[in-house]
């Protein structure tokens, strides 16, 4: 064979592995990256953005405290003041839908609870890794409430979904958990004594 025929036969191969080989992606978001942008997210009320990096069981529990609003007594002026649908629209969202417009109903019922996460600094620390499929995130919270500063150092738990890493647990999830199922749309003020 002819070293010119050879150079081409090389060639031809090469270009023939390179069209072949898939495409490379970009690179998944670390868990810290991940973690970060649930919080800033978060400091910005950005729910899209917040639910984007949560974890599907973490909105699903979300879907099933407004699915029990929506089916109390009070359902309909649930519907009506959180969330300005009828009950077929709350029926055809995802749990997703449902996590942004639940903060977005909150942040106009519980305004101050919602300007405390903007008054709030968030920065990842670190990571402990617990197996392949879960780490612990550490971070540092600052918020200055009226010129006191408060901060802790809590943790997130993140699980690795269909190969993305997503916020499954925190005490900012649990806050906005406790504030959906205590929102005082509906309910009788108390009687006076």
């Known amino acids: 064979m002819r070293p010119r025929t050879r150079i081409l036969l090389a060639a031809l191969a090469l270009a023939t592995l390179t069209a072949a080989a898939p ?6 978001p670390t868990p810290e990256e991940t973690a970060q942008r649930f919080f800033d997210g978060l400091s910005r009320l950005r729910w899209q953005q917040v639910s984007a990096q949560m974890h599907t069981e973490a909105l699903d529990e979300f879907h099933l405290i407004s699915r029990q609003l929506v089916e109390s007594l009070r ?3 649930v519907l009506i ?7 077929e629209e709350w ?3 995802s749990s997703r839908e449902v996590f942004e417009r639940s903060m977005a109903g909150l942040t106009r019922f519980a ?3 919602m300007e405390s996460q903007v008054m709030t600094d968030f920065r990842v620390l670190g990571t402990v890794a617990e197996g392949d499929t879960i780490r612990h995130i550490v971070y540092r919270e600052t918020t200055d409430h009226m010129g ?18 997503r916020v499954r647990e ?4 649990v ?3 406790v504030a959906l199922r205590g929102i005082p749309i509906g309910r009788s003020p108390p009687a006076a004594r």
């Not at 495409?23 to 998944?28: G, M, N």
């Not at 003041?81 to 009950?87: E, G, I, K, V």
């Not at 006191?148 to 890493?165: N, Q, S």
Request: charged share 20%; aromatic share 6%.
């Open 91 to 93: 029926a055809s969202w």
């Open 75 to 77: 359902g309909d002026s």
């Open 111 to 113: 305004r101050g609870l």
């Open 23 to 28: 495409e490379l992606t970009a690179a998944q």
């Open 148 to 165: 006191t500063v408060i901060e802790a150092a809590p943790t997130a738990m993140l699980v690795l979904e269909d190969g993305v890493w």
């Open 81 to 87: 003041q959180l969330y300005d649908a009828s009950r």
């Open 170 to 173: 925190n005490a900012e999830l």
């Open 175 to 177: 806050v906005l958990r």
